[in-house]
């Protein structure tokens, strides 16, 4: 974990064993979405730790670019996909008294599967685009990429978002279930507007960025 250096102005990584006195785990973490995380308090409480947990100082002034919170889109637009192959699954197999076939065949549903999958392939290109650009980038070229890690978080998620709406469209009021796998997805997918980077910074900073480029 990181942690300020009393008497100094530089902060550090610490090797933190759980089984160490004073440490502990709070149990709060009690969310609508991505309860699965366990995202809970840590707590030190007086704990020691020897010269060698100190494992590396972190350099001062404005973060760096982290292609790393690529997992952040990445897990959202999971969610999103199996919420729109479970869609997708049901209305192949759901055939109301009302008509003939399946109401996959109902233009409406079509449109909304469709514009759900163009959401899907829309986002998962570009995700990968980004990630592949930041895995061939030189050191000095991921500098730069600050605005598309930000974009491509803003965009899969936002993307994210109106696919399950669109899923739970399609399926109806049984997506309103309790054990319908639909409601947990729509309740995790929302936890990926309160991850960083949040969208009005995004926006602000890509503004500033193509102000910057056309002075």
Sequence with gaps: MSAAIEGTEQVGNFLVRAGLPGVRVDNTWDTLGMRATGSDD???EN??????????????????PAGWLLHIPVTYLGIATAALAYSAHAANHYSPNSIDGTIADLPNVQQKIGEAELLRMRSRHFL??????????????????????????????NDALSIVDLAMRVVGAKSLA???PLGRYYRDVRAGLHNP????????????STFARHP
């Excluded at 704990?47 to 760096?64: F, I, N, Q, S, W």
């Excluded at 980038?137 to 990429?145: C, G, I, L, N, V």
Aim: hydrophobic share 40%; net charge negative.
């Design 197 to 208: 980077p949040m969208d009005d910074m995004t926006i602000i900073q890509l503004a500033k």
């Design 42 to 44: 840590l707590i030190l």
């Design 128 to 157: 990968y685009s980004v990630a592949r650009k930041w895995d061939e980038s030189t050191s000095a070229e991921r500098e730069q990429m600050q605005g598309e890690l930000g974009a491509v978080k803003h965009s899969v998620v």
């Design 47 to 64: 704990v020691a730790l020897r010269e060698e947990d100190y494992v590396e100082t972190l350099g001062g002034g404005p973060k760096p």
């Design 178 to 180: 309790a054990d319908n």
